[in-house]
């Protein structure tokens, strides 16, 4: 069974560091992985997604990476502004019917 | 804009009684998705669609129906079987499996 894990749940920086987001699954066998971010109240908002035979995708001062055989991901956002707070969730593709297992999230607070 | 809707944004349900959350996208999307959300876990799949007339249980399908009679719209009814339907539930939808899912902002439902 599939297990999707997200460290730290939580995370408080200020405003201009660099950090990174950590995401972990047990089963390799996944067609692609998704980052997404939700504010409070809110739905989710899709901001990267890898596919299985990808390493890594950009999008401005977000990098996510994938390795499949370790069952790792990271999303790595620069230069942190207090608007990047939310929490960040990762899900993972199983099977080709399309659904997604989510992990937990890790919720971040960027200071000013 | 293209997009997906969810309505109402708040619901309150009495004892005994059924409740329908809305789901409508205009984004020609083949499948759609229903999750539920619960304070510190991850989002949990309910049932899904691929296809029109067609819809598959999820992970925690019980005291919940659907019905896909239109592509655009994907209706959620809470029943009076569900014992512990307090949650935050999400529609999401998706062109193919490779592509990203994109979400709705959500229906909040409580018990009164």
């Known amino acids: 069974k599939q297990e999707v894990t997200q460290i730290p749940a939580a995370l408080s920086v200020p405003e201009g560091e660099n950090l990174v987001l950590n995401c972990s699954f047990t089963?390799?066998?996944?067609?692609?992985l998704q980052w997404f971010r939700q504010d409070p109240g809110k739905g989710l908002t899709s901001l990267l997604l890898?596919?299985?035979?990808?390493r890594e995708q950009t999008s401005g001062r977000l990098n996510a990476s994938l390795d499949k055989s370790s069952g790792r991901s990271t999303l790595y956002i620069a230069a942190s502004q207090p608007g990047d707070s939310a929490t960040y969730l990762c899900?993972?593709?199983?099977?080709?019917?399309?659904?997604?297992?989510f992990g937990k999230g890790t919720k971040l607070s960027v200071k000013p | 804009d293209g997009g997906i809707t969810q309505s109402p944004k708040y619901l309150f349900r009495k004892e005994g009684q059924n409740v329908t959350l809305s789901c409508e996208q205009n984004?020609?999307?083949?499948?759609m998705y229903w999750y539920r959300q619960d304070p510190g876990q991850g989002l949990r799949l309910i049932y899904y669609?691929?296809?029109?007339?067609?819809?598959q249980k999820g992970d925690i399908a019980e005291g919940y129906s659907v019905s896909r009679e239109k592509k655009e719209s994907f209706p959620l009814t809470v029943t009076s079987a569900q014992k512990n339907p307090t949650a935050f539930y999400l529609c999401?939808?998706?062109?193919?499996?490779?592509?990203?899912?994109?979400f709705g902002d959500g229906t909040r439902l409580s018990i009164l």
């Open positions: 999401a939808s998706r062109q193919r499996e490779w592509q990203p899912q994109h």
């Open positions: 089963d390799s066998a996944i067609y692609n």
């Open positions: 890898i596919q299985s035979s990808q």
């Open positions: 899900a993972v593709l199983r099977g080709s019917q399309g659904n997604l297992i």
């Open positions: 984004l020609n999307h083949d499948a």
């Open positions: 669609s691929q296809i029109v007339n067609d819809f």
